[in-house]
């Protein structure tokens, strides 16, 4: 009977891993769960398809354009492009049967159906933290959000990275001084200037609108520099005395002295007046991550403080702050630059167990079940083919031990191991063996 | 600013759970997925969305009708409605890249637009195990599977289980020597005999249009009884010489042999000559997973053996065996059941160190540093509010202690520790309070 054969594949922008890349994704994946977790963050999973009128309560801008949306029967859905809005939509659901302040990862993956390019993803994972409060949320949250970022980087192996710290109000405060409007179009032109550089900011603002002095006067105070506790005084010395400026510096100082007390080096973060964060979203404390070997990377971990979570969903008042790791182009782009392990196994397995013949396999399923026991990930070869391919099998894996059983070994109730790497073999009780391993 | 309130809420029939049940569904999940590591399986993570040709290549049946399918710019897409198809056309398509046998787990979530209806559900996780041969692959991994079944139901804590074990040749040669010719609807109404009942079975194969003789034969062979020494015995003895039924018999025979060595214990399989799985996908041992004392849960983990994995991605012959858990179904089947756990806390957070107010929060944080650095998982609660709120929140979340910090501890660099279940509390060194939480 012929078939016709379909030809496999998998759409464009779907990250797809082979089994060793995968094992290495699903190692920083639980890494930074496992920091998530130690700072007692809850677990959360949601849908990965909403209603459309919850999805894009919102509405507007790019978001829409590139949503997944479809129909079945009369209902109109969507798949979520972010874990934010998820959160606000959960958040206001089950306010009730919540506690306050709200401490929730999630870890999943989002769709975007972007423009299909090298590096950009339209499904990824997402690794969101937050932080929900009642009504109220103490600043000194914006400072432990850095402290889970230093601890998530430090975990994952990285040493030279730096938080960028702003605070939006710093920012609108002084925009209102200087009569500037349009706001959020002034603060997404800020964001580009490591993108765009000096002149590309200039060019843009002015094509906003906005005077040469005043143009002027937001270069100079978004390239104040000096330590951090030099800029902050450059601020309190700009006298400012909107309250919105005031706030913002007030709420910068305590989250830059709290760090200290956190145990963040202070070689790992950094206040930076031109981080704005593009969306309207954010309304305090800001953040972004940057390895510092690899600027080009750009923001590996990015977020802050929002007034009002859920505003769309509930009449109740949730101010939050949180940060997220776009996990599937971080990977993307930690593998072109070479930073990603190169020696790791296509397995998760310790030890193959290679009966010689199929007269060894009982004795051998027993030695894998105790070794499994130890702890020691296992499995035995049982197709009947020669012991060279059985071994190749071993080789071709990466797997780092194989047990030999045959009839000697049997005998004796011992096994003979391996060492792929070194192809020293000895025969040892199997309590040694995994000794041996171990 | 008044803005239009959009009721926030699910999809029906998409699993949302609150923070007590994620956490204890996590905690099933992470087993199932320890157990599934042990035995060498490797992690595989595919796209949701697959090209629409690709994933209906099969084509026909319910399957099409359940299917999620939309189209963006010219793409016609879809969401994979299980696990299998997607590791079709992953080995299909990355066949040169990998090693065989390959084994494979993948956990993930499937979508079947299904009825709506009580324990059903149109997003749910599945839980798969599968070991692929190139060409072709030892009957030998038709028993590891089960013990794999055992394993990991052994290890979610489950004592009375039985996995009921058959093979589909055994009843295809059957079915072969009484010239019943449409098998797949025969195989059908077997499948349903714990469901229909005996004079269901039977008025259903009348239906299909057997005569009384033969429908007599076929009870008479799916009710043999007895030990599975006994039956192996019985289908022996029926005298039946078609290849294919020997073949079935030698399978089956084998599987449980060698259950002994993997270790599964006597009282957890049986081997069962109704069990058929609906599915004319499996050609050989087939598998059905039932708690003794909660039938009418149903199978909580079904799989089998199929001769050709990927026949619509390549001409590679790639016989497989494996199982899958439905856990989405089953956790809610739990549940329902009263079997979960009901004393879990809604929080994994082990201490919540409480400062008396805000000079105690620098202390408070080290406290919970040091903590943390010892495997401990503590939040510092900020909130200024008074003491008894912030041990309300403790006791809302059922965090079992909390560290109190006040100027005294400060002074005398310990901690106040308070067990939130038995009210007791002492104050000591941290060092002690790490050892009395352990």
Chains 1, 2 share one sequence.
Do not use: W
């Amino acid at each position: 009977m012929s078939k016709d054969i379909v030809k496999p594949s998998t759409l464009p922008g779907f990250m797809e891993l082979l089994p060793k890349d995968q094992i290495l994704f699903n190692k920083i994946l639980d890494t930074i769960r496992k920091t998530y977790e130690e700072f007692g963050f809850i677990p959360l999973d949601t849908p990965l398809i909403e209603k459309s009128e919850v999805l894009l309560a919102k509405g507007g801008g790019e978001t829409e354009k590139q949503i997944y949306r479809f129909t079945k029967g009369d209902t109109d859905m969507a798949l979520r492009f972010d874990l934010t809005v998820p959160l606000a939509r959960y958040v206001a659901q089950h306010f009730s049967d919540l506690t306050f302040p709200f401490r929730r990862y999630h870890i999943g993956k989002v769709y975007r159906g972007e423009k299909s390019q090298r590096g950009r993803f339209r499904e990824f994972y997402q690794c969101d933290v937050d932080i929900i409060g009642n009504g109220k949320l103490s600043v000194i949250y914006d400072a432990e959000i850095v402290s889970i970022i230093y601890a998530t980087f430090n975990n994952l192996g990285f040493k030279d990275f730096t938080v960028r710290i702003n605070n939006r109000k710093i920012l609108n405060g002084f925009f209102a001084s200087l009569n500037v409007q349009n706001t959020v179009d002034v603060l997404r032109t800020i964001d580009k200037l490591e993108k765009i550089g000096e002149k590309g900011v200039i060019s843009e603002l002015k094509g906003i609108g906005l005077t040469e002095n005043t143009i002027d006067k937001i270069l100079n105070f978004i390239k104040i520099q000096g330590t951090n506790q030099e800029k902050l005084q450059a601020l309190k010395s700009l006298d400012m005395h909107t309250e919105v400026f005031q706030n913002g510096i007030d709420e910068l100082t305590t989250v830059i002295e709290y760090l200290n007390s956190f145990g963040v080096p202070e070689k790992n973060y950094m206040i930076d007046l031109t981080i704005a964060r593009g969306l309207d979203y954010y309304t305090g404390t800001v953040y972004e991550t940057f390895l510092d070997n690899y600027p080009e990377i750009g923001s590996v971990c990015s977020g802050g403080r929002y007034e009002n979570l859920a505003e769309y969903y509930t009449t109740q008042k949730l101010p939050g702050v949180g940060v997220s790791i776009g996990l599937t182009r971080l990977f993307y782009q930690l593998k072109e630059a070479g930073l990603l392990e190169s020696d790791t196994p296509s397995t998760l397995t310790k030890v193959l167990v290679v009966p010689m013949d199929a007269t060894c396999n009982e004795y051998s399923i027993k030695v894998a079940n105790t070794l499994r026991e130890s702890g020691i990930i296992s499995e035995v070869y049982f197709e009947e083919v020669k012991v060279g391919k059985k071994l190749n099998y071993a080789n071709k894996l990466d797997i780092p031990y194989v047990v030999l059983i045959g009839e000697d070994e049997i005998q004796r109730q011992m096994v003979s191991l391996k060492n792929m790497k070194t192809g020293y073999q000895e025969t040892l009780a199997i309590d040694e063996a995994i000794k041996s391993v171990k």
